[in-house]
């Protein structure tokens, strides 16, 4: 469910229609709907309600600071991968105590400045890590909360670029060693053991795979706490799908339902990483259409936007629907979506049974907003496109587009070689 509709035949985006903000903004344009935003993590969170939950918001999905205000205003935390996700969310104004730090490759300074702000739990996902956590929480005169992120072997039956939970996958530690593992950090003095976590995958569509790895997430719980080692908390991580097209993801009710059921009897606070579930459809891509080519063989809408701005289409070769700005008679052709980008592999939909668009005239990629800014680069030396947020009847540039300068910023031409 969103607010992007069409009224008097013209997208709008809450009570603003887009041409209003393309004017304004210049084209291409991220655009979140905040409405929608709230309503996403309200649905996830009221989900949830029966039982001690905190939502961390995985802020790799749309990190642009008012996104996460938002989430943070409604309570919600974050999950982060990295230090430039720690500033940003502090930026943002989230409670240390609410942020969980994931990652397969956390560095010494970025830990560093995680046990300085006080977060709640570091994720860790090898031996080694463990100790250099245990190492700078000695050297900081602290004690680190850690989970340890499991991987249960399970297929979450996704793109494979965004299975994690596989033990052919970078990630976590193997079920299997869990057990030893928990006991080697035992024996870590400046760490101190919280919880358990676990993260299979992204864009899941059935309910199965996370039931399952509940399951056996549960019986290292048990065994742990035969052990001595209390777990206060249970990390899922994210991975709940969204409809791009014809997906039909569980609703976070029945998803927490099935969750629920599972967790009956463990005392434990449970910790959710969703991402894409509560921002993907929240925001769009606004693009304009510079030139059609049209032949016998194949057609051709050139838009001003490219696989630098967005890259799903062509990493994953990801299905998002394309709709134009403003409606009109159908008169339709099949054509290839693509930008300015020089790279045949830059293309936003291929193959697409589209309006007959003309120069000029604007289209929306839907579904874009999660993993779209964040995806992109300068790719072609192209600036990165402008994020509006709109509430109601108003909008908000919520990032500037970038300018030229900025693309050299931080560059410099040596002496050696001006004076060539
Ligand atoms: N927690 C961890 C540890 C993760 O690695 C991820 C996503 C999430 C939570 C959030 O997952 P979500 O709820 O958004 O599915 N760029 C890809 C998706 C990569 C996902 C990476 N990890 C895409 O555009 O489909």
Redesign the pocket.
């Known amino acids: 469910m969103h607010y992007f509709h069409y009224k008097n035949k013209e997208l709008s985006c809450e009570e603003v229609p887009l041409r209003r903000i393309a004017r304004k903004v210049g084209t291409p344009f991220y655009l979140y709907s905040y409405r929608t935003l709230k309503r996403h993590f309200q649905a996830f969170d009221s989900a949830f309600a029966q039982a001690p939950h905190l939502i961390c918001y995985?802020v790799?999905?749309n990190s642009n600071l008012a996104v996460l205000r938002t989430f943070f205003n409604l309570g919600g935390g974050a999950?982060i991968?990295s230090g430039g996700e720690l500033m940003r969310a502090l930026q943002a104004g989230a409670d240390p105590q609410k942020i969980v730090f994931?990652?397969v490759g956390k560095k010494k300074e970025e830990i560093k400045y995680a046990l300085d702000s006080n977060i709640l739990i570091f994720?860790a996902e090898s031996s080694q890590e463990l100790i250099t956590i245990d190492s700078a929480a000695r050297k900081a005169g602290k004690v680190a909360r850690i989970a340890l992120?499991v991987n249960p072997d399970i297929d979450p039956l996704t793109?494979p670029?965004?299975t994690?939970g596989l033990k052919k996958n970078k990630?976590g530690i193997d079920i299997k060693n869990s057990l030893q593992q928990y006991r080697e950090a035992r024996k870590l003095k400046n760490l101190e053991i919280v919880g358990v976590d676990c993260?299979i995958?992204?864009?899941?569509t059935e309910i199965k795979p996370f039931v399952d790895a509940l399951k056996s997430i549960k019986d290292l719980i048990v065994q742990l706490k035969k052990e001595g080692v209390k777990i206060s908390f249970l990390d899922l991580?994210?991975?709940?799908?969204i409809t791009y097209n014809e997906e039909a993801p569980p609703h976070p009710k029945q998803y927490a339902k099935a969750l629920l059921k599972e967790l009956k009897g463990l005392k434990c606070t449970l910790i959710l990483?969703?991402?894409?579930?509560l921002t993907?459809n929240a925001g769009i891509l606004v693009t304009r259409v510079l030139y059609t080519k049209e032949s016998e063989e194949k057609n051709f809408i050139v838009v001003d936007a490219g696989m630098n701005d967005l890259i799903?289409p062509s990493?994953?070769g990801?299905f998002q629907e394309i709709v134009p700005v403003k409606m009109r008679s159908a008169n339709e052709i099949v054509a290839d979506v693509v930008g300015p980008i020089c790279e045949t592999g830059d293309f936003l939909a291929r193959d697409r049974r589209l309006p007959r668009f003309r120069p000029g005239e604007l289209m929306a990629v839907m579904s874009s907003g999660?993993?779209g800014f964040v995806?992109s680069s300068n790719y072609n030396s192209r600036t990165r496109a402008a994020e509006v947020m709109v509430s109601g009847k108003d909008f908000y540039v919520v990032r500037e587009n970038e300018s030229y300068e900025d693309l050299i910023r931080g560059e410099r031409i040596p002496e050696f070689l001006i004076h060539q």
């Open positions: 995985s790799k999905a999950d991968v994931s990652g994720n992120r793109h670029y965004i994690t990630f993260h995958g992204s864009q899941l991580g994210g991975g709940l799908g990483e969703p991402g894409r579930v993907g799903r990493l994953y990801a999660a993993y995806m």
